[in-house]
């Protein structure tokens, strides 16, 4: 499960411009600042392979990295962010779903959640979408360094809160790693997750 390199390959504005489907992928997906980029970078131990922001809606393109030279992370624009300029707001269901529906060497979809706070309802509405897709996905909780958040709810209870969502919406449960990009808790743990999806 090693990450010996990682390279950038491409930014595409549309689904088509992507690289041909020739090796297997692993899309990152979820909400605006939710932490995509920084997953990627604690994955591959780069600070910046991809570029990561405090302001939401600093990806705005389908990204391309190809680990070990056999296959690709993905990294996708944030949904739910309303606040960027008109002319950079794109149509999340045009953009990003037509990539998810036209990808036959997708191994899976990392749907990750921000595990500081409660379930959001744009992210069941978009694990509900993959799920009628028939499109595989991990759930992947960030920001799990958060744990004593003291404001609302502890994040032990908005996992529990997403945890039951899960078992309440599916008959067969996708998986969950719990992860922070800061401490790089449930690092190895994802990776051999990714690396046994990819063998399967
Ligand atoms: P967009 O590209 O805008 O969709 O955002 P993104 O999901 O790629 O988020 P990004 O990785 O840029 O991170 C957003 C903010 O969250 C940054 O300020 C990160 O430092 C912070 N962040 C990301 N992961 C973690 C984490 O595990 N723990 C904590 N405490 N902060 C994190
Ligand atoms: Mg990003």
Redesign the pocket.
């Known amino acids: 499960a090693k990450i010996k390199e990682v390279e950038f390959v491409k930014s595409s504005a549309r689904a088509k411009d992507c690289p041909k489907h020739d090796r297997p992928e692993f899309a990152i997906l ?10 990627i970078n ?1 994955l591959v131990r780069k600070k910046d392979v ?10 705005k393109l389908i990204n391309h990295f190809l680990v070990n030279k056999s296959w690709y992370f993905v ?1 996708l ?2 949904y739910g ?1 309303a606040k960027a300029p008109e002319a950079a707001r794109m149509d999340w269901s045009a953009f990003t779903k037509g990539f998810f529906l036209n990808r036959d060497t997708l191994v899976a979809v990392l749907l ?1 959640v921000d595990a500081s706070v409660p379930p959001q309802k744009i992210d069941l509405d978009c694990a509900n979408w993959l799920g009628r897709n028939n499109i595989p996905m991990t759930f992947v909780f ?5 744990m004593k958040a003291s404001k609302g709810k502890r994040t032990d209870e908005n996992l529990r809160d997403f945890q039951q969502f899960i078992q309440e919406n599916y008959r067969v449960q996708p998986p969950w790693i719990l ?4 401490t790089g808790f449930g690092r190895d743990e994802l990776l051999l997750h990714m690396s046994q999806l990819r063998n399967y």
């Open positions: 979820g909400r605006s600042n939710v932490g995509k980029s920084s997953l604690a991809a570029l990561t922001s405090k302001k939401p809606g600093k990806t990294d624009p944030g962010f990750l960030t920001k799990c360094d958060k992860t922070s990009s800061v």
